[in-house]
């Protein structure tokens, strides 16, 4: 068993209000020399960036996984992070599908696709900031049957955080951890959030420009950077598990 | 329903101006209400003056799109730094009040009346 650091919230040059430094290559090297071993690519609504970065880490030792940042009809983030790049455009079908509106790149940014050396693919049209039409719950349910894990994304945060939007935590809402921002500690917010003490908490960096990347990570305690190890260590099961000192 | 002039509604009801002063000319031609910015991007209409409690940057970017004349956080909230940068660069004002919403509200339709 070893102790790794996981930034599980990066956006790329997709997202409209991320910087357009945010290239696959860019992430990758930046998040290698901030010492990151494990991060995922969470744009907000779309995966469509989220196998280039993949592509860009093959020659590293950093594992990428693909993930999207979902936007529920109360306007609360939710992380999905998957397994596959098969399940995260699974999941974004479904996004799509309950995703209204066109971008104005003028007044939201530029929503580029991209390939992992950073050839431009495309501008993807939707309105990626918007809200889905689907419910946290709904939200929740559909990352689960993608086999993806559901991160309440800054929870800290008074804007699309959970408790920002709804004021508590549905109890019965099975997300696999609430995440804190860089504006607070991990240990303050256990102690901030005690009443949540159940649920395993994760630092990330919720990156928008290159220099953010890593500065918020988690320490994860398992047997490699990978899904199911992750996923272990959210649970907490077979010695795997989140190391809030670290 | 009454157009008027942002000036005039600021002065008459005693809201704090948040923003430089001096984008306060535009004309009001209507009040929208809501705390979800895609509602308000879906329902709101141009010259709106916009009724929140919501403070964080992403307010402006729906009212530069909707080109509404306004943002009225309530409840004592205030917008946050950056809120407050991108509103001066997108000459879009906010305004600030201690009264819950309905209150506020209240007294919006008091002055400009039914639509």
Known sequence: ??????????HTCLSPCAELEMSPRGIVSEAVSKGADLIAVCDHNS????????????????TVLPGMEVT???????????????????????????LEGQNDAEVFGMQVVVEA?????????????GATDLSLERVVQAIHAHNGLAVAAHIDREGFGILGQLGFIPPDLSLD?????????LSDARSTYSGYSDYTFLQSSDAHVLDAVGRGRTALVVEAASFEELKLALKGEQGRGICYEG | MRIMELKTIVETLN???????????????????????????????????WVTLQGHPNIIAVASMKDLSGIVLVNGRT?????????????????TTEMQTFNRAGKLYGLLGEE
Do not use: C
């Open chain 1, 1 to 10: 068993m070893r102790v790794i650091h996981a930034d599980l919230h990066i």
């Open chain 1, 47 to 62: 995966a469509e960036n989220a196998a280039a970065v993949m592509d860009a880490s093959r020659q590293t030792n950093i």
């Open chain 1, 72 to 98: 529920s009809k109360e306007e609360v983030h939710v992380l999905g992070i998957f397994s596959t790049p098969d399940d995260a455009t699974d999941m974004q079908t479904l996004i799509y599908e309950h």
């Open chain 1, 117 to 129: 050396d950073g050839t431009v693919l495309g501008y993807n049209e939707r309105l990626l900031i």
């Open chain 1, 177 to 185: 951890a609430l995440e804190i921002s860089t504006r607070m500690g």
């Open chain 2, 15 to 49: 809201l704090n101006v948040e923003t430089t002063r001096g984008y306060l000319s535009r004309e009001v031609s209507g009040i929208y209400v809501s705390d979800l910015l895609s509602d308000v991007l879906a329902h709101a209409k141009e010259d709106d003056l």
């Open chain 2, 79 to 95: 917008p946050e730094d950056e809120t407050l940068r991108k509103a001066n660069e997108e000459e879009i004002p906010i305004m």
